[in-house]
């Protein structure tokens, strides 16, 4: 069956560009994560959601950053005006069940899309 | 968020058993201990987890010390596919949203 998609899988912007990366959860799955990885580091969680409810936002960097789902289906991770330190791979992962699940809920992660900024 | 504790790197040859440990001396009651692994170039997929009892699946075992402290990643037989970054994560049993915080997590190489 079709997994956690996301677009695009590579995008190399100039510093003060902004940019809109795509993620397109298994179907069904209430609930939704955006993650960001370093290079040579372990994924760092940045916005979740479940539906269209952004439940837990502590983690995005900066008010550059603004994550969206409103239809409670796809969603659309924004850095406005990029900045070098932005560069890393962006992963998006969903699961099943809402956070009252979320003790046990399996999380399924889409292959990244890789930001590199100028 | 308790804190897990992972060697940075461990090695195998191909077609024997690997242990992966992890330590995670704070854990309260209600966390769960969750393994992801993370292939090269891909997101991390799931791999087993548990609460209190040893927990067997197609891809692992995951055996949990009686203090719950401390856990072990079993692998039976490492394949040249099983070289990934295993990642040993607690996830609260409640008041969470589920996110996953990971650590450096182990790499492991596999030799053929």
């Known amino acids: 069956g079709a997994g956690v998609s996301q677009s695009p899988r590579y995008k190399v912007a100039k510093r003060g560009q902004d940019v809109a990366l795509r993620c397109d959860p298994i179907?069904?799955?209430?609930?939704l994560f955006w993650y960001q990885q370093a290079l040579g580091q372990g994924p760092e969680f940045l916005t979740y959601?479940?539906?269209?409810?952004?439940?837990?936002k502590s983690g995005l960097p900066s008010d550059r950053f603004f994550a969206e789902r409103p239809e409670g289906s796809v969603s659309t991770l924004k850095i406005q005006r990029t900045q070098q330190e932005d560069s890393a791979v962006y992963l998006c992962?969903?699961?099943?069940?809402?956070?009252?699940?979320?003790?046990?809920?399996?999380?399924?992660f889409g292959p990244g899309t890789r930001l590199t900024v100028l | 968020d308790a804190k897990t504790t992972q060697p940075n790197s461990m090695e195998s040859n191909e077609e024997e058993p690997v242990h992966l440990p992890c330590n995670h001396s704070?854990?309260?009651?209600?966390?769960?201990i969750h393994w992801y692994r993370q292939l090269p170039s891909q997101g991390p997929e799931y791999v087993i987890h548990?609460?209190?009892s040893n927990v067997n699946n197609r891809m692992a075992s995951l055996a949990i010390a009686e203090d719950r402290k401390s856990s072990t990643l079993i692998l039976h037989r490492a394949t040249l596919r099983d070289a990934a970054v295993y990642y040993c994560?607690?996830?609260?049993?409640?008041?969470?949203?589920?996110?996953?915080?990971f650590g450096q997590g182990t790499t492991l190489q596999v030799k053929p």
């Open positions: 992962a969903s699961s099943l069940g809402g956070a009252a699940g979320g003790k046990s809920d399996t999380q399924y």
């Open positions: 179907s069904g799955h209430v609930s």
């Open positions: 959601f479940q539906n269209e409810a952004q439940l837990d």
């Open positions: 704070t854990i309260s009651g209600t966390d769960y």
């Open positions: 548990g609460l209190t």
């Open positions: 994560i607690l996830r609260r049993g409640s008041g969470n949203t589920g996110k996953l915080i």
